[in-house]
Structures are given as C-alpha cells and as structure tokens.
C-alpha cells in the first residue's frame, strides 16, 4: 500500500491554510507565467504538461500540451497523472480539476506583490522554500535600483494600452491601478494616466483619453510583427494627432511577449521600461512639466 505525504501551506493572498501533496513530482502548469517560475526555480523536471500558450523557456515546448487555459483537455490532463495542477485564480476551473480528483494550488498575478508572493508559495509547496527567497531577493534588487535611479526625475504621464481593435483606435483597453504594469511604469518615475480609476483592466472612450491628454502611449503587443507592421500600428495612432504624446512621437510599441506574462522576468520589463522613461523625458528636456 502507498502511503501519500501531505503538506501544508498558508496561502496569503487568501487568508487560509491549503493541503497539497508533499513534494509533487508530476505537475501540470495552466499558464504562461507560471511555466516560467517553474523553470526559474529549477522545477522543468517535475513538469509533465503546459497549455498551448506557455512557450517560454523553449525547452518547455517539448512538453504535452493540455490545451488552452480557458478550455483545456481534461482527459489528456488525467492521463498524465499529475499531482498537481498550478493554475490562475478561477474558481470554476479550480473545482471542475477537484472533482477529477486532481490536487489544485492557486497562484495570482495581477500585481508585483501577488508575483512575488507566489514564488513563495511555490517555494513552500516544493521545499525549497531558500531557493525561493533567493529568486524573490534577486527580483526585489533590481526593483529597488530601478526605483532609487527613477527617483526625483520628471514623472511621465502614460497611457498602457494593452489591446484595441486590429487596424483602428477603437475599442482601446488599458492596464489601470493595481496591475504589475502601472506598478512597473511608477517604479520608473513614470504615472499611469488613468490610476484614478479602481479598475485593472477597463476600455477607455476616445473622449477620455483626449482629456487624460498622455506625454506618452505604451502599446503592449503579444505577436512578433515586422518593421512595417510596427510602422503601421505607430502611423494609426495619428488619427489623434491632438494628443501629446502623439505630437512628440511618443508612442512606443513593445512587441516581446514577455511584458503580458507578469512572472519572473517583471525585472527585465523594468530595466526596459526604465529606458523608455528616460528616452520620453529627453524628448521633454525643454517642455515644462505637467502635474
């Protein structure tokens, strides 16, 4: 007969106690972001399955895929016998791999905190919890510098737009407060125009952002686009030359896929973000500062 080892964890982000097999050794991952903590804790090997967007690091694409996260295979995530799925808060999602009798550990990602947060857990989940501060400590450094060389420069009021409708300016959504990203452009001495409204992700009117009035537009793509793809997208955004940002040819297309999977390389996206800011604030050396 085996007999399974438990563990248990405290999950802060929700305030309670979670049982989960001691030391998984076959894991399933349900995102991006995710697979990539797996990989930067040194846990590839007890990875059996990924969804069809994880794609990074390359090697995981040698692994099974699942299907996407929203509608995954369910019997090909049963036959790879894992024990244990990590997955994105949904509750929904969450129950249905319960009632297949698959163990479940919930890692959020909305903000830098809920990032490193979940290093940790996975730290606690796996035992390796040294190994797990050391990543969060490396993470933070880099934060922290990019921070305290930010400090007391021009804040530079931007808009992060993080999709609208293919060939036009409608439908534009945006990152808001509390999200990695705005988080990521404060830490660069930079303020997201819209943080006023206690919403992460929302679409704004043409009307809004006309007012809000932006010293410049960060596009966040996830495809790899050529030279003349990126020029057409920049060449759209004349449509509302009144804008600032637009005026100054301020608008920045950031096309690696990296910056809309919020796991362990949020400290490149902020050294890369940290360029952006500086270039913006050169293009504004002789303009007075808006508030």
């Not at 989960?20 to 930067?40: C, D, G, H, K, W």
């Not at 490396?138 to 510098?145: A, K, N, S, V, Y």
């Not at 997201?192 to 932006?214: C, H, M, Q, T, W």
């Not at 509302?240 to 999977?261: E, G």
Request: include cysteine; hydrophobic fraction near 45%.
């Amino acid at each position: 007969m085996t007999i399974r080892k438990w563990t248990v964890i405290w999950l802060w982000f929700f305030g309670s106690w979670l049982l989960l097999p001691a030391q998984p050794r076959r894991v399933i991952s349900l995102a991006p972001n995710i697979t990539e903590m797996v990989y930067r804790l040194g846990l590839q090997d007890r990875l059996v399955g990924r969804t069809a967007f994880c794609q990074y690091p390359p090697a995981v694409l040698r692994l099974p895929s699942v299907g996407g996260y929203l509608n995954p295979d369910f019997e090909q995530m049963v036959r790879l016998q894992p024990d244990l799925v990590l997955l994105l808060p949904n509750p929904e999602m969450e129950q249905k791999l319960q009632r297949l009798g698959l163990a479940t550990l919930t890692l959020p990602n909305e903000t830098l905190a809920d990032i490193l947060e979940s290093f940790r857990t996975l730290g606690e989940a796996f035992g390796i919890t040294d190994r797990a501060q050391a990543v969060i400590q490396g993470i933070q450094d880099t934060l922290q510098q990019v921070e305290q060389q930010s400090a007391d420069k021009r804040t530079v009021r931007a808009l992060l737009v993080v999709g609208r409708t293919p060939g036009t300016l409608q439908h534009i959504y945006i990152a808001g407060k509390e999200t990695y990203l705005s988080e990521l452009w404060a830490l660069c001495g930079g303020r997201n125009v819209f943080d006023g409204i206690p919403l992460r992700y929302f679409e704004i009117s043409r009307e809004d952002l006309i007012k809000a009035n932006p010293d410049a537009i960060l596009e966040f793509r996830s495809e790899t686009l050529s030279r003349v793809e990126k020029v057409q997208l920049q060449k759209e955004w004349e449509a509302l030359k009144i804008l600032t940002a637009v005026q100054r040819q301020q608008v920045y297309l950031l096309t690696d896929r990296m910056f809309l999977i919020p796991g362990p390389r949020i400290a490149r996206m902020a050294v890369q973000l940290q360029r952006i800011a500086e270039t913006i604030r050169e293009s504004f050396r002789d303009t007075p500062a808006k508030h």
